[in-house]
């Protein structure tokens, strides 16, 4: 009898990869998924795989009417008893990725707290006791210096909701008697594809690049084509910047699903060299045409000594501006041990480059860039999603 991977998120960033890699390699999948609109769960799961692996070796996946953040899932009675029979392990992938909200029965809390243990219990009512668990190496919170993959609670504090929660999550799955073989995944701040540029989400380092994007639309450019920018940055400019592509994260972590060996670890998702603050804004003005920057150092200027511009600026980033200071060193030596074959991509400036293109291209979001995606996946005809086996 086929044994099926259950996954969840499948719709996220991170989940439309994963959804790729592990199809691609012929796993089969049952898939946690919310209607939307007038589309079902089966029509959603649908257009994911059209769009993402339309030639795939495995089957169409199993789609699973349900929601994390629901008693049981949401699941039906049916549907639960399938997963019983046919699911091994439990992947779990959904997460909310809003950074502010003190009421715990909504975002980040609800999705990211509440959500894994609905899952735990799902693990502890059907005898599912190998799970795969999606953290982020933010749980290590304000913590500077070095952080290794076995570190959780060092008594840190925590930039906003988001780390926390996601800090009480990893400490929920790890006490979990009911989970025999635990694997924990903990990505730094993903970006869009090394490749195409492509992202689902527009948070992190985009809004810096939406930033001056909108300047080159705002402000005169000189008799040399470019654009003065004249922000003080409270930066050196040596900042390392942990920051890693989707693609190549959804690849290392399909590798390690789909060798058990590696199973039983936490992976830090991390770049061995982070990309540097001065790096990223060399990048912005080549690409964007603008000069004015400079690095001025951490915290000498107020906001009162602000221009308006600069005011502008910093009220934009004011949600990851947290993360401005120096960023702890992420030790990765499960990761390089296990996938030594599938090093960290170049953070180059022809790489950024390429998430600026997109990003401009796509509209920060409204398109047309999807579609683009959408067209040169080779979608041709309409899979039929696949029976249960009963």
Same mark, same amino acid.
């Not at 990869?17 to 029509?43: H, M, N, T």
């Not at 500077?144 to 909701?161: H, I, K, M, P, S």
């Not at 200071?325 to 599938?342: G, I, M, Q």
């Given at each position: 009898?086929?044994?099926?991977?259950?996954?969840?998120?499948?719709?996220?960033?991170? %989940?439309?990869?994963?959804?790729?890699?592990?199809?691609?390699? @012929?796993?089969?999948?049952?898939?946690?998924?919310?209607?939307?609109?007038?589309?079902? &769960?089966?029509?959603?799961?649908?257009?994911?795989?059209?769009?993402?692996?339309?030639?795939?070796?495995?089957? =169409?996946?199993?789609?699973?009417?349900?929601? #994390?953040?629901?008693?049981? /899932?949401?699941?039906?009675?049916?549907? *639960?008893?399938?997963?019983?029979?046919?699911?091994?392990?439990? =992947?779990?992938?959904?997460?909310? +990725?809003?950074?502010? %909200? @003190?009421?715990?029965?909504?975002?980040?809390?609800?999705?990211?707290?509440? @959500?894994?243990?609905?899952?735990?219990?799902?693990?502890?009512? +059907?005898?599912?006791?190998?799970?795969?668990?999606?953290?982020?190496?933010?749980?290590?919170?304000?913590?500077?210096?070095?952080?290794?993959?076995?570190?959780?609670?060092?008594?840190?504090?925590?930039?906003?909701?988001?780390?926390?929660?996601?800090?009480?999550?990893?400490?929920?799955?790890?006490?979990?008697?009911?989970?025999?073989? /635990?694997?924990?995944? *903990?990505?730094?701040?993903?970006?869009?594809?090394?490749?195409?540029?492509?992202?689902?989400?527009?948070?992190?380092?985009?809004?810096?690049?939406?930033?001056?994007?909108?300047?080159?639309?705002?402000?005169?450019?000189?008799?040399?084509?470019?654009?003065?920018?004249?922000?003080? /940055?409270?930066?050196?400019?040596?900042?390392?910047?942990?920051?890693?592509?989707?693609?190549?994260?959804?690849?290392?972590? &399909?590798?390690?699903? /789909?060798?058990?060996?590696?199973? @039983?670890?936490?992976?830090?998702?991390?770049?061995?060299?982070?990309?540097?603050?001065?790096?990223?804004?060399?990048? =912005?003005?080549?690409?964007?045409?603008?000069? %004015?920057?400079?690095?001025?150092?951490?915290?000498?200027?107020?906001?009162?000594?602000?221009?308006?511009?600069?005011?502008?600026?910093?009220?934009?980033?004011?949600?990851?501006?947290?993360?401005?200071?120096?960023?702890?060193?992420?030790?990765?030596?499960?990761?390089?041990?296990?996938?030594?074959?599938?090093?960290?991509?170049? =953070?180059?400036?022809?790489?950024?480059?390429?998430? #600026?293109?997109?990003?401009?291209?796509?509209?920060?979001?409204?398109?047309?860039?999807?579609?683009?995606?959408?067209?040169?996946?080779?979608?041709?005809?309409?899979?039929?999603?696949?029976?249960?086996?009963?």
């Amino acid at each position: 009898m086929t044994q099926y991977l259950f996954l969840t998120g499948v719709t996220g960033q991170v %989940g439309q990869y994963l959804l790729r890699e592990l199809l691609q390699a @012929g796993r089969s999948l049952a898939v946690l998924i919310r209607p939307k609109g007038d589309l079902s &769960a089966a029509d959603r799961l649908n257009e994911l795989v059209q769009r993402w692996a339309p030639d795939s070796a495995a089957p =169409m996946p199993v789609p699973l009417e349900g929601d #994390i953040t629901l008693t049981g /899932l949401g699941l039906s009675n049916r549907d *639960r008893s399938w997963i019983g029979e046919h699911c091994r392990d439990v =992947m779990h992938n959904a997460a909310s +990725l809003t950074f502010y %909200g @003190g009421d715990r029965d909504k975002d980040p809390w609800l999705s990211n707290f509440t @959500g894994t243990s609905n899952v735990l219990d799902l693990c502890h009512e +059907l005898h599912l006791r190998d799970l795969h668990y999606v953290s982020t190496a933010y749980v290590c919170g304000t913590r500077t210096g070095q952080v290794y993959e076995d570190d959780l609670d060092c008594a840190q504090d925590f930039r906003n909701d988001y780390e926390e929660c996601k800090f009480e999550a990893e400490e929920l799955v790890r006490s979990a008697d009911i989970i025999d073989n /635990l694997t924990v995944y *903990r990505p730094a701040m993903i970006i869009g594809d090394s490749k195409t540029g492509y992202t689902a989400t527009y948070h992190g380092l985009y809004p810096y690049l939406q930033f001056a994007d909108l300047m080159m639309r705002f402000l005169p450019r000189d008799e040399d084509g470019q654009v003065h920018l004249p922000i003080r /940055l409270n930066l050196s400019g040596d900042e390392g910047r942990n920051l890693v592509p989707i693609d190549w994260v959804a690849r290392v972590m &399909a590798h390690v699903y /789909l060798h058990p060996d590696h199973h @039983g670890k936490t992976y830090h998702l991390t770049p061995l060299e982070p990309v540097t603050a001065r790096i990223i804004e060399r990048a =912005m003005s080549t690409k964007f045409s603008y000069y %004015g920057p400079t690095f001025e150092g951490h915290d000498v200027f107020t906001r009162s000594q602000m221009t308006d511009l600069e005011q502008q600026f910093y009220e934009y980033v004011s949600t990851y501006q947290p993360y401005w200071n120096e960023e702890p060193v992420f030790d990765s030596t499960n990761t390089r041990k296990a996938a030594p074959h599938l090093p960290y991509p170049t =953070m180059d400036e022809a790489y950024l480059h390429r998430l #600026i293109d997109y990003a401009v291209e796509d509209r920060w979001g409204k398109g047309p860039a999807k579609n683009k995606v959408e067209r040169e996946a080779g979608a041709s005809e309409r899979i039929t999603p696949c029976a249960r086996q009963v």
